[in-house]
Nanobody
Framework: QVQLVESGGGLVQAGGSLRLSCDASGSTLRTYVMGWFRQPPGKEREFVAAIARSGVFTRYADSVKGRFTISRDNAKNTVYLQMNSVIREDSATYYC????????????????????WGQGTQVTVSS
């Protein structure tokens, strides 16, 4: 079983950048598809980005495509979310999640397919 801890959240001005990290322990990250999700205040949790076990394939929500980049360093057991050109609508609690898969190429945008979740890190974008 993997434990996930997010970090890197905080207050950022619109147009700025932020990098979130998700550190894993208890299991090697290379056996999991990894995803980032977010939950704005008063709204449902939504998909942001996912990366396959191989690190080659990625998937993004339309709302962040071209601005956010997901990456992983399996040697460090860490997944990142680089957030550029942030806007107020990016304000949310961001969660990383792990989905155990055998395929090296699969990504997933479906919440219920992820078995393990971190506690979240808050991102607030000011105008």
């Amino acid at each position: 079983q993997v434990q996930l801890v997010e970090s890197g959240g905080g207050l950022v001005q619109a147009g700025g950048s932020l990098r979130l990290s998700c550190d894993a322990s208890g299991s090697t990250l290379r056996t999991y598809v990894m995803g980032w999700f977010r939950q704005p205040p008063g709204k449902e949790r939504e998909f942001v980005a996912a990366i396959a076990r191989s690190g080659v394939f990625t998937r993004y929500a339309d709302s962040v495509k071209g601005r956010f980049t997901i990456s992983r360093d399996n040697a460090k057991n860490t997944v990142y979310l680089q957030m550029n050109s942030v806007i107020r609508e990016d304000s949310a609690t961001y969660y990383c999640a792990a989905d155990p898969r055998t395929s090296l190429a699969t990504t997933s945008a479906t919440i219920h397919e992820y078995d393990y979740w971190g506690q979240g890190t808050q991102v607030t974008v000011s105008s």
